[in-house]
């Protein structure tokens, strides 16, 4: 019964920068990486970035060079840097398992202004 819990979005202008957190409430596997996912209005949720226990890590192409993920184990808290951002940035922003999936919990809104 892990609950994730999505924070650290919000409005900001074009070139800002935000860092997301998502804290899990129970274990998560070690050997399932985790990912973040978003979804804009009328689009699919995509998986933009996801990182394994070992450090190894995924970036759309979308995003790479702007957003970093890490995670702190002890802690069950990955967390997304996010600079450079853009307007096609602006989504809800989702954690989860990459394969073996956990309730999805509420994200949280990242908003990109021109």
């Known amino acids: 019964q892990v609950q994730l819990v999505e924070s650290g979005g919000g409005l900001v202008q074009a070139g800002g920068s935000l860092r997301l957190s998502c804290a899990a409430s129970g274990s998560i596997s070690s050997i399932n990486p985790m990912g973040w996912y978003r979804q804009a209005p009328g689009k699919q949720r995509e998986l933009v970035a996801s990182i394994t226990n070992g450090g190894s890590t995924y970036y759309a192409d979308s995003v790479k060079g702007r957003f970093t993920v890490s995670r702190d184990n002890a802690k069950n808290t990955v967390y997304l840097q996010m600079n450079s951002l853009k307007p096609e940035d602006t989504a809800v922003y989702f954690c989860?398992?990459?394969?073996?999936?956990?309730?999805w919990g509420q994200g949280t809104q990242v908003t990109v202004s021109s």
């Open positions: 989860n398992a990459v394969y073996y999936r956990h309730a």
